[in-house]
Every structure is written in C-alpha cells, then in structure tokens.
C-alpha cells in the first residue's frame, strides 16, 4: 500500500487514484444488484408461493451460509486476489438468478429448489463485499482514507436508493422475473467492469487454507475491539434483515399497497442516509468511532420501534389509498 502525506485530502485526489474510479463504478453496479435482488426475491416469493415464511427463509439462505464461509473467504482473497474472485462471485451470482429465472418461466422451479439456488449463490457472496471493501485501503493513500470510506459507505446508500425503487418498479410493470433476468445482467456488466481493477497485492504467502482462515477468526475472537464490532455490527444487520422482510409484508398485505411502493419506502430511506454518509465523511472520526456506532444503531432502533406504535398501520394505510 503506498503512503503520501503530502496527498491532500479531497475527493478530486481520491478520485485521481489509479483504479479507483473503475472500482467505485463496478462497486455501484454490484451493489444496486445486490439490493435489487434483495426486494425482488422476497417479492418473488410472495407473489409465486404467497408465503411471508419461505420469503425470509430465501432471504436468510442468501445471506447466512455466506457469513458461515466468511473466514474462508478472506483466505481465498489473499491466495488468489480481489479482483479475480470479486468477478467469480459476480458470474455466480448472474448464472444463479438466470436460472431462477428459466426455471421459473418454466414452472420448473419448486421451493426446494429456490432455496438451493439462493444458497449456492449466498456461498461466494462474501468474495465481492469483502473484496471490494479491503481493496479501498490497498489502492488509496492514508490520508484519503475517511473520503475513501465515505465513497464507500456512499455506495451502499446509493444502491440503497435506486436499487430497491427499480426493483419495485420492475416488478409493478414487467413482473419479478424480468426484474430478476435484469439485474443478472447488472452482475454481468459489474463483472466486466472489474477485471480491468489492479490488485495491489496480488497473491500473498500463504500456509493452509483452513489454518489461515481458522487463524483469521480466532484473532478476531481474541481481539476486543474486532470481537465488539463483529457482535454489535452483526446484531444490527439482523434486525435489518428483519426489517428487509417485515416492511413489503407490512406493505403488501396491510396497508394495501404495491411493490411500487415497497421501493419508493427503501429509497426514501436511502435517501436520508446520503446526506448523513457526505456529512460524516467530512469530519473526523479517529477517537469517536465507538460513539457514532452506537449513536447510529439507537437512531435506527427508534424508527424501527415507531412502526410498532398503535395506529401507525391505520394512518399509513389511508395514505396509501
């Protein structure tokens, strides 16, 4: 990794960094895919198979069997290198949802099999997020580092905010699987788009694959601060998994709205995130990380909590009529 301190930290800097904006771009394509899959799997499932179970059971199987293989994950990346598995879990992630989709334009495609798609494609998911994530420090000169993070979380909240609105538009007007057959596609351009990213390191030294990846999680058990993090960062992703299969219920079958506006909800919330993410990236954070984390997952809790308050369902359904 190179070091500069006479870098000035600005984002016209960062975005001068060699590979960086190929990176942002193939970030952002995969991302909004990510989250298009997202709504559009659990409003696949309850359209088809008119089961809120088996939508959070799709998405928990999308998610959980990758975090499983996580520590493995990262010792592949050391061994082989970001670029190249970010782009096999990208043509894994295309083959997986065209065959959903052939399968499902078929009458192929049962439940059983639904989930034993998902979880194939849960399996190397970490790759890419992972991959993209420790990529940003390897390219980016430390005093770019918090406009680095900033551009990064930045991704998440931009695919946070159109991918969630197209999926639900999608789906209102062409159906859940075109909306599926599309964002394979988005996963096909994100994947050409990254083979032409550089990987600082390349392949590292390496010993064992399990020993490494076992290595890997025992120092993240003996750590505090690495330990308090994975609980709490864990803990919070839960409940918004939660809340990722509870509000196009919560939409769909007591407020009496569309998919249209499942999206519409996710991308409002997105939207609010962007001004936090561009203001917070502006600031130091070195010393209050702690307070800010924390800070921010009370923030969400009370707004998950509003939804639970008597009389909001019936307040929200007239303004949806």
């Known amino acids: 990794m190179s070091v500069s301190t006479e870098v000035r930290p600005s984002y ?18 995969a991302r909004t895919a990510n989250t298009m899959v997202s709504l559009a799997l659990v409003l696949f499932a309850l359209e088809r198979y008119q089961s809120p179970g088996l939508a959070g059971l799709v998405t928990f199987l999308s998610l959980f069997p990758g975090l499983l ?19 096999v879990d990208y043509v894994v992630a295309a083959t997986t949802l065209a065959l959903i989709v052939v399968l499902g334009a078929t009458n192929g495609l049962t439940e059983a099999l639904l989930l034993m798609i998902v979880t194939v494609q849960s399996l190397t998911f970490p790759l890419s997020t992972t991959g993209a994530r420790t990529l940003f420090p390897l390219l980016v000169p430390r005093p770019l580092w918090e406009r ?12 946070s905010i159109f991918g969630p609105a197209l999926a639900g538009a999608l789906v209102a007007t062409v159906g859940s ?6 964002t394979s596609a988005l996963y096909v351009v994100a994947a050409a788009v990254t083979v032409g990213v550089r990987d600082p390191l390349g392949v590292v030294p390496h010993g064992r694959l399990l020993a490494d990846a076992w290595a890997g999680l025992v120092y993240v058990a003996r750590n505090p601060t690495l330990r308090g993090l994975g609980i709490s960062i864990s803990t919070s992703n839960v409940a918004g998994g939660l809340f990722y ?5 919560l939409v769909l079958s007591r407020l009496g709205g569309g998919p249209a506006e499942v999206g519409q909800l996710f991308a409002l919330s997105g939207v609010t995130a962007a001004v936090s993410v561009l203001f917070i990236g502006r600031i130091g954070t070195e010393g209050r990380e702690r307070q800010l984390l924390a800070g921010a997952m009370l923030v969400v809790g009370t707004g998950y909590a509003a939804l639970t308050l008597p009389g909001w369902a019936a307040r ?6």
Do not use: F, K, Q
């Open 12 to 29: 016209r800097a960062l975005l001068a960094v060699e590979g960086l904006p190929r990176l942002v771009v193939s970030m952002l394509l």
């Open 148 to 159: 680095a993070n900033a551009i990064d979380s930045n991704g998440y909240v931009v695919s």
């Open 177 to 182: 699987l075109w909306t599926l057959a599309l």
């Open 69 to 87: 293989v996580s520590p493995i994950a990262g010792a592949l990346l050391d061994r082989h290198g970001r670029t190249r598995l970010m782009v």
């Open 316 to 321: 929200s359904r007239s303004r949806c009529r």
């Open 245 to 249: 299969i509870g509000l196009p219920v």
